[in-house]
């Protein structure tokens, strides 16, 4: 048996050479126990019937070996989306998927979507099978969603407008895994629909949602057309690429907070202080240069300012201990480094 072969692609244009081997099933067997074949492209073909049915349920269906699986131009009518989706559903080794698909009803795009969700090896998906309905894709973001899902690569080969961007960027929050969006078309996202992303990597609402931000998608790729990524965006992604995750949100709340509201902590008067300044200290090292320290140190002076401000007797000097003087009780002298 042959143990060098990698991969298999069949092409179901060839209607004389499908007809032969789904007549043959000494091929099938053989191809069955075969365990070097690791990929396997389907191209053109009726997975309802024929070469294509036949090649997912004798060789596709629990097969432990095979990780990468590529469906372009197949038809999934007459209960061909059934058939792929339980083969996506028992073939749990696959890393890699890409499904082109045509005759894509509601009913069967539910099926494809449970039957991906189940799959928490795949790690690259190229999904090709939707035109722009926008409730379409919010059953498809259900993926992004779960929180089993171990996509670090996304491919969308439909085209995306600023609606449809909105509904990704959202499905997104709170997921940690997917590190690459390639967008094939993006010609109809303005600067609204690449804002949205924006305020997934960096919520601006106050320093906690800040903090818990996706700090992981470092990488949009666009394939065609002329729309380019917002300078904005761009940095933000960079700073997503630092695999030290509480060095990317620290960074974030340095940049887009010039002023650090202390007063839901007044309450506690100065026990939270000394931790606040600590952050401040940390802070100061994740940042990467001068100006970067700067930007911390003028964010700690205004922290203790406000604490000042609002305590004053407790940063009252204490006066020098001359004869006969003794300290008040209670009487507290605080020192600050700053």
């Known amino acids: 048996m042959n143990t060098q072969l990698q991969g298999l692609s069949f092409h179901g244009m060839d209607v004389e050479l499908a007809d032969a081997i789904v007549n043959n099933r000494a091929f099938f067997i053989a191809l069955k126990r075969n365990t070097s074949i690791k990929g396997l492209t389907l191209l053109s073909c009726e997975l309802s019937e024929g070469i294509g049915r036949e090649i997912l349920n004798n060789f596709v269906v629990n097969n432990i070996y095979l990780t990468a699986l590529v469906l372009s131009g197949c038809a999934l009518g007459n209960g061909g989306a059934s058939i792929l989706a339980k083969t996506l559903t028992s073939c749990t080794s696959l890393q890699t998927v890409m499904i082109g698909v045509s005759g894509v009803e509601d009913g069967i795009l539910q099926e494809l979507v ?46 995306i407008d600023d609606d449809i961007a909105r509904v990704l960027a959202n499905s997104l929050n709170g997921n940690s895994k997917l590190m690459t969006l390639q967008i094939d078309k993006s010609s109809s996202i303005t600067h609204r629909g690449w804002q949205y992303f924006s305020n997934l990597l960096c919520k601006i609402s106050n320093v906690h949602d800040t903090y818990f931000s996706n700090h992981t998608l470092n990488n949009v790729v666009i394939r065609h057309g002329e729309n380019q990524l917002p300078a904005s965006l761009s940095l933000l992604l960079k700073l997503n690429r630092d695999t030290n995750k509480k060095r990317v949100a620290i960074q974030k709340i340095v940049r887009h907070y010039h002023h650090l509201d202390m007063k839901p902590f007044l309450e506690w008067d100065l026990k939270l202080l000394p931790i606040a300044i600590n952050w401040f200290h940390r802070a100061s090292g994740y940042v990467e240069n001068n100006e970067g320290i700067d930007a911390v140190h003028a964010r700690k002076l205004s922290a203790i300012f406000q604490y000042a401000l609002a305590k004053p007797m407790m940063f009252a000097p204490v006066p020098k201990k001359k004869a006969g003087y003794k300290r008040k009780a209670g009487q507290l002298c605080l020192r600050v480094e700053l």
């Open 114 to 159: 449970l039957a991906i969700r189940g799959m928490h090896r795949l790690h690259t998906l190229v999904w090709w099978v939707m035109a722009a309905r926008r409730d379409r894709w919010q059953v498809f973001t259900t993926i992004l969603q779960d929180p089993t899902c171990n996509l670090c690569q996304l491919v969308l080969s439909d085209e």
